[in-house]
């Protein structure tokens, strides 16, 4: 072979050779979890750190951990050794199953209820501790955020701008509106930071309605279910701010979390990626005649105060239809 074949050769496989091992250490095998005051999610993916994109989700799966109940039926604002001891167990499951993807790092977040028990950190460090993961305790703001951008990576359309969405994520203890903007040339985000979720309006319905405190579920609400509504409507009036008014009304609204993307979804004929606020409030005027024993899944207690929930907050920001999208904060906790 002449002398300048042999360096042209040389030089391709050199160029070849580095460009297949940038892109194999771009390559990655990662594991998110997002504990929330309701259950323990968990997702293995191939993702390219280096475009800032999940490839190929590998595996998911959830288990309901009661985390919120348990935290309001206890007298010292801590979470009891029974349900850490019954998190813990999930989360064993959960991340011995992921275990089998060989992930690179096993990361994830706690939200409200770990914030406000007073055990709650030491809860989750004790967590990550025993089952050797990653965890961190996260603000209601950086759970918006993240919640953001696990929606944005779950639409996987790069023609969609920040600008043209409003995401709305619904758990447990507390719920998030998000929304970007540019101001003077900066991007800003409008975030809403709701106390308002399933399992406190769940909780409000049983206390404060029904008087019946002790009571697992509200299960039928029945003719209660206007009073749920009003009292929705006037929380929302009350405590959403005029930005995210202004940002709901010229953007896509999609919904992410355990709510719209499992409880609401469900209940709805053909589990739909879109409703409209007609379609919710029809669906919730038959369901709330129905008792525990009518409904299926491990989040009948919460199932159908979820869709007066949302209701209530789709008539009062004046939200015609929501857009699910399959997604938690573990799409964000896997990117980052």
Known sequence: ???FALLAVTLFCSLFFTAAAEADACQLIRAGLDIDSGSTKIAVARVDVCKHRIEKMLYQDQRAVPYNDALSAASNNRLSPAIIQQGEVALQQLVSNAQRYHPQRISGVTTAVFRRASNGPAVAAALASQTHTQLAVISQQQ?????????????????I???????????????????????????VADI?????ASVTLKNF???VLKNTPDAASPNPIGS??????????????????PEILQDVAGRRVI???????????????????????ATLSALSKQQVWKGDSELTGDYRATDVSNLLLVEGYMRELKIDGVTIVNASLIQGVLLQ
């Open 224 to 241: 209660w279910w206007q009073s749920v509504l009003r009292f929705v409507g006037l929380f929302a009036r009350n405590d959403v701010s």
């Open 1 to 3: 072979m002449r002398p």
């Open 143 to 159: 759970e918006a955020k993240l919640g953001f951008l696990s929606a944005k990576a779950a639409l996987n359309d790069p023609t």
């Open 161 to 187: 701008r920040d600008q043209q969405l409003l995401v709305w994520d619904i758990g447990g203890g507390s719920m998030q509106m998000t929304a970007w903007r540019q101001q003077q040339g900066q991007p």
């Open 255 to 277: 919904g992410i979390g355990g709510v719209h993307g499992f409880s609401i979804r469900n209940q709805l004929a053909g589990k739909p990626q879109h409703y409209s606020l």
């Open 205 to 207: 319905i049983l206390t």
């Open 192 to 196: 809403y930071q709701g106390k308002l």
